[in-house]
């Protein structure tokens, strides 16, 4: 990782020093740029992670050196393209990469859709090295993570978007330059909207999950949908995701569904069937960063209106209506719980930052990743064993479903509590179970549905024995 | 289970029966025709099976003559005629604690719930909860109002035994019995087809009637009861037909026509219970049914997604790799292959240390670098077609791991 930085770093100093780079924070390195450069990049290497902004091609070189160091655990693939032809990079990493063991949850992370909220992006580039490194240093918290999860990447959705933010002269970058993508979308308002959906339903009856129908024709045909969005879109159908975050900047807080207000109005608080569970793992995230768990912390900008933050997270209604979101978009439209991490006050940060930044965030990274491993999880299969894929799920109190996997495999989040599980499919009786769920690990519940024509031949060979005996017993 | 009943109360009524009306009407005077050798000897009979259910006796047939004596095959008769009746009882009881289950949507145990449930009950929304058989009065003494049954009851009762089970079996057996025991003449076997008959067409008539007005209310389920109309028709206008065709008309097997029952009336049935299910075509309907339904089903929710996601990533891999451009940097282009190509043999270094590390925990003799050069060779080969990888950097890493 040596030289490759170096290209970036030499245009970047250029123009910082343009803009008064002296008064930067780089006070170690007093001598000519060049060398001081190549000494803070090696003060700012750890174990192959290089603390800075990674443009594309570093992005990508970075991603193939993960993969080269732990073959056996990786695998980067790309969800498509974004409308300049950048790949949407993904690495994967598990003990069977490219390969949903059933019964295995599959968990994702997304960072930098807002081209210019550069934290996340960076934070995953180190995280997929650093899942790597304690990997190979027998890290058993590392090493149980990957051998039960199926844990995916996207350093960044808008590539695009960061190129141009990235591109502009001076430290300081600008609010909003390189936010939406290249065709000016913002991507995290250009999902359909489930939300008013979703609230029309529970007002008048109707589904409560799984709510974009017909999928691939609305996504495909639907020009106004950016290749980002419906990139990501086939990615969440393709993949029986479970728990997700979504990485931005611009201030410090775990957001979490719904993001929509109920009523349209600018801040009102949206609880989703799942508020619970979702204040539980919001708060897995925040509780291990110092500075957004931090009860004294002053609101970013002076006149900023945190009211609505607890304990580092927030309701995203109760912040600010968002419509359009990916976040809620994962909840409504998929099995997939998601939440909107807010990573810095700033957006686009000096570099010199970004290692701080992930002494932040690394514990989060990780707790939030093994909230995966919680609530109920099991097999739907028949009589003879075959999984039934797409059963329900449903748990009682809860007005939100889900549905099991192709291997008949699901997974269902809970807080600790009693419960009763019913899982239910056309053309089967359904059957209903009662559980305890601890706070971790998940409790395993397996589902053994009777097909109606089984129950049909049961009720058969009954009304035979009846004739038999009655035949009999009668002496016809 | 129900013709034992209505056996019982054939030989109710057959004890009180006149020559011209077939049944007594409630409070009736006997006929002093019927006080012959078998009245009097069967009285002691109906009594004690009264007796033996612990309700009411009936008032309607009031005893007229005193019990005589009782003939011995009579006393077997009655006997073997308790223990059905009582196995019988059992049975409805059972079936009445299924029906009753069938209203809790939910079994909370542990245990699976869907036992209780009938399939039946779930799936054919012909019979709503009133006319669903177990509700019946379970001994088939009494009407669900308490009275006891009259002889219209009666009749009635059997005909809609013979209607639910399809079965005009059930009416044969129990009238060639009763005629082996002696206790009806061919002229009363006669008269009781011809009232079964009447109540058995009128009976048709108003379901009929009834299935269609539900047919009308409800439209979630006219799917699955598509396959079950024309089938469920079929055998009513069969029955429909043997009647009204006339008592010398012969049928074909699976027809119902009770003017047939005559001749073979003095037939012992086959034993070959699966023959018997031509008895059921209702009930043999409603399964064919029920399996063309789930298997309609099945196709509708094929998920395609999986091959939408793959054809896609077909195309997108297809298209060369744009961001090359983003390469071109003033000053740094020497500086950056030379980084990058020791940034990825430092990686490949710690892997190969790693996998000879780990294989050794795993007691493997040699490490196996040919595989991993053949696996990475391939996988270079994969990346650079999906545009993760440049044709340079994946000679690049081919050549380092063929020189190691």
Not at chain 2, 67 to 89: H, M, W
Not at chain 2, 247 to 253: A, C, H, I, P, R
Request: aromatic letters at 8%.
């Amino acid at each position: 990782m040596a030289g490759q930085g170096g290209s970036a770093l030499l245009a970047l100093c250029v123009a910082l020093a343009a803009c008064g780079w002296l008064l930067g924070a780089d006070a170690q390195e007093p001598g000519a740029p060049a060398a001081g450069m190549r000494r803070r990049r090696r003060l700012q290497q750890e174990d192959g992670i290089s603390f800075e902004y990674h443009r594309y091609p570093e992005l990508r070189e970075a991603l193939v050196s993960v993969w080269l160091q732990c073959t056996a655990i990786s695998r980067i693939y790309t969800v498509g393209r974004s409308f300049e032809g950048r790949e949407l990079l993904v690495i994967e990493l598990s003990d069977n990469p490219g390969v949903h063991e059933p019964g295995e949850p599959e968990f994702k992370y997304i960072g930098n859709m807002h081209g210019n909220e550069a934290v996340g992006r960076e934070l995953l580039i180190f995280l997929a090295q650093y899942l790597c490194n304690e990997y190979q240093k027998g890290n058993e918290t590392i090493v149980n993570l990957i051998h039960n999860t199926r844990i995916h990447i996207m350093p960044s959705l808008n590539p695009d978007g960061f190129e141009k933010a990235a591109s502009q002269p001076g430290e300081l970058k600008d609010w909003f330059v390189g936010r939406s993508n290249a065709q000016g979308i913002d991507l995290n308002r250009n999902f359909p909207d489930l939300d008013r959906i979703v609230y029309l339903n529970e007002k008048e009856g109707g589904p409560n999950n799984h709510l974009l129908k017909n999928l691939k024709k609305i996504v495909d045909q639907n020009t106004k949908l950016a290749p980002e969005t419906k990139a990501v879109i086939h990615w969440i159908m393709d993949i029986p995701f479970v728990l997700s975050a979504n990485l931005h900047g611009g201030d410090l807080v775990a957001n979490y569904p719904y993001d929509e207000t109920r009523s349209g109005s600018a801040h009102e608080y949206s609880s989703c069937p799942d508020d619970a569970i979702f204040q539980s793992v919001a708060r897995a995230y925040s509780s291990f960063n110092p500075a957004m768990s931090d009860p004294n912390r002053p609101p970013c900008r002076k006149n900023d209106d945190d009211s609505s933050f607890v304990d580092g997270t927030t309701n995203g209604g109760a912040w600010y209506s968002v419509p359009g979101g990916m976040q809620d978009f994962n909840y409504l439209s998929s099995n997939c719980f998601e939440i909107t991490v807010e990573l810095s006050c700033e957006k686009f940060p000096p570099e010199e930052t970004l290692k701080s930044y992930w002494e932040d965030n690394k514990n989060s990274l990780i707790s939030y990743l093994e909230q995966i491993h919680r609530g109920v999880k099991g097999f739907v299969r028949d009589l003879q064993g075959n999984p039934i894929a797409n059963a329900t799920i449903s748990v009682e109190g809860i007005d939100h479903d889900i549905t099991s996997a192709k291997d008949g495999d699901y997974w269902r989040l809970l807080v600790p509590g009693n419960y009763k599980l019913t899982a239910s499919a056309p053309g089967y009786l359904a059957i209903t179970k009662k559980v305890a769920v601890p706070y971790s690990p998940a409790v395993g519940v397996d589902f053994e549905l009777e097909s109606f024509s089984e129950r049909k031949e049961e009720e058969k060979e009954e009304l035979m024995e009846w004739w038999k005996m009655m035949s009999e017993t009668l002496n016809f | 289970m129900g013709f034992l009943w209505t056996g019982t109360w054939i030989l109710v009524l057959v004890l009180h029966s006149t020559p011209i009306q077939a049944f007594p009407k409630p409070g009736g005077i006997q006929d002093k025709s019927l006080h012959n050798r078998e009245l009097s000897a069967e009285r002691p009979l109906n009594e004690q099976i009264a007796e033996a259910e612990a309700d009411k006796i009936k008032k309607t047939y009031p005893p007229e003559n005193k019990p005589g004596d009782s003939n011995y095959s009579f006393v077997d008769n009655l006997n073997l005629l308790k223990a059905i009746t009582e196995k019988e009882k059992i049975e409805k009881e059972r079936q009445s604690i299924r029906s009753s289950s069938f209203d809790n949507k939910l079994n909370v145990e542990d245990v699976d719930s869907t036992k209780n449930r009938k399939l039946i009950d779930d799936y054919d929304s012909t019979k709503s909860g009133l006319d669903h058989k177990f509700q019946d009065d379970p001994d088939g003494l009494h009407q669900l109002d308490g009275t006891p049954l009259t002889a219209e009851d009666i009749v009635h009762k059997i005909a809609t035994r013979i209607y639910e089970e399809n079965d005009r079996g059930v009416f044969d057996k129990i009238v060639s019995k009763l005629l082996n025991l002696g206790l009806i003449t061919e002229n009363q076997a006669h008269t009781l087809e011809d009232e079964v008959a009447e109540a058995l067409q009128k009976l048709i008539s108003e379901e009929a009637n009834n299935y269609e007005e539900e047919l009308n209310k409800s439209t979630s389920r006219t799917e699955n009861q598509a396959g079950k109309i024309p089938e469920k028709v079929t055998p009513m206008a069969a029955i429909q037909d043997g009647f009204t065709n006339g008592e010398n008309d012969e049928t074909v097997s699976n027809t119902l026509t009770l003017t047939n029952g005559l001749e073979r009336r003095t037939k012992t049935y086959g034993e070959d219970d699966f023959e018997e299910l031509q008895y059921f075509p209702n009930f043999y309907a409603l399964l064919k049914s029920i399996d063309s339904v789930p298997s309609e089903k099945s196709h509708e929710e094929t998920d395609s997604t999986k091959e939408e996601a793959a054809k896609m990533e077909k195309e997108y891999g297809a298209l060369k790799d744009s961001t090359k451009d983003d390469n071109s940097n003033p000053g740094g282009k020497t500086d950056e292959p030379k980084g990058k190509t020791e940034a990825y043999l430092e990686a490949i270094r710690k892997n190969i240390e790693w996998l000879k590390k780990h294989d050794k925990k795993a007691n493997k003799e040699d490490y196996d670098l040919s595989k991993m050069r053949d696996f990475i060779n391939q996988q270079a080969d994969a990346y650079v077609e999906k545009g993760i990888l440049d044709k340079e950097e994946a000679d690049a890493i081919k050549r380092i791991y063929s020189s190691l």
